[in-house]
């Protein structure tokens, strides 16, 4: 059973900083279901990136996805006061089932 | 643009049958390729997907889940549903629903979620 490692738990981070968060794959996964969300309270989890790099419609460019095989990384380049959420990434190396990781928070310093 | 909203029983006695819809809107439930998804969240576990279901009944499970979920779809009603038998505390959970597109690597949009307690 493939597990989805995301790193730091919690980032501590100023408004303007740059946020690298972390989903590291006990097994290689194909980057096509590779895709991160961002959840803040109270509120179901919004798609941000999809197959490990694109961004979905409507997100801003300051949100970057990069990885394969089972590293991948989101950058958030120069944070903004909405950005400060949880953020979780999710893939399938045994497709059709899916496998989410841990979240990182990125909360105000 | 589809839209999802989650309705159901919000406390569900333990060994007892929860009972989930999610209503589409905005589009139809048979468009190509629709996989129409359920996940749950809770402290203990995360996120966790439950499973999904095509309009035609082809469906698949979380393992872990697979011997108590069932997912259909109402095609008269835009609706989908889960039933989740025999649960017990540890399946309190935020519940939500979401589209799949059959093939591509995420789930969008979701509905709001609804928060369900198993107790007696």
């Known amino acids: 059973e493939i597990v989805l490692t995301q790193s730091p738990g919690t980032l501590s981070l100023s408004p303007g900083e740059s946020a690298t968060l972390s989903c590291r794959a006990s097994?290689?996964?194909?980057?096509?279901?590779l895709a991160w969300y961002q959840q803040k309270p109270g509120q179901a989890p919004r798609l941000l990136i999809y197959?490990?790099?694109n961004r979905a419609a409507g997100i801003p460019d300051r949100f970057s996805g990069s990885g394969s095989g089972t590293d991948f990384t989101l950058t958030i380049s120069g944070l903004e006061p909405e950005d400060f959420a949880v953020y979780y990434c999710?893939?399938?190396?045994?497709?059709?089932?899916?496998?989410f990781g841990q979240g990182t928070k990125v909360e105000m310093k | 643009q589809v839209q999802l909203q989650e309705s159901g029983p919000r406390l569900v006695k333990p060994s007892q049958t929860l009972s989930l819809t999610c209503t589409v809107s905005?589009?139809?439930?048979?468009?190509?390729?629709?996989?129409w998804t359920w996940f749950r969240q809770s402290p203990e576990k995360g996120l966790e997907w439950i499973g999904y279901?095509?309009?035609?009944?082809?469906?698949f499970y979380n393992a872990a889940l697979r011997s108590r979920a069932a997912i259909s779809v109402d095609t008269s009603y835009n609706q989908f549903s889960l039933e989740l038998t025999s649960v017990t505390a540890a399946d309190t959970a935020v519940y939500y629903c979401?589209?799949?597109?059959?093939?591509?690597?995420?789930?969008?949009?979701w509905g709001q979620g609804t928060l369900v307690t198993v107790s007696s």
């Open positions: 097994q290689y996964g194909d980057k096509k279901y």
């Open positions: 279901s095509h309009y035609t009944g082809r469906a």
């Open positions: 999710h893939l399938s190396t045994d497709y059709p089932t899916w496998t």
């Open positions: 905005g589009g139809s439930i048979t468009t190509a390729g629709s996989y």
């Open positions: 979401a589209k799949y597109i059959e093939g591509l690597g995420w789930f969008d949009p």
């Open positions: 197959g490990a790099s």
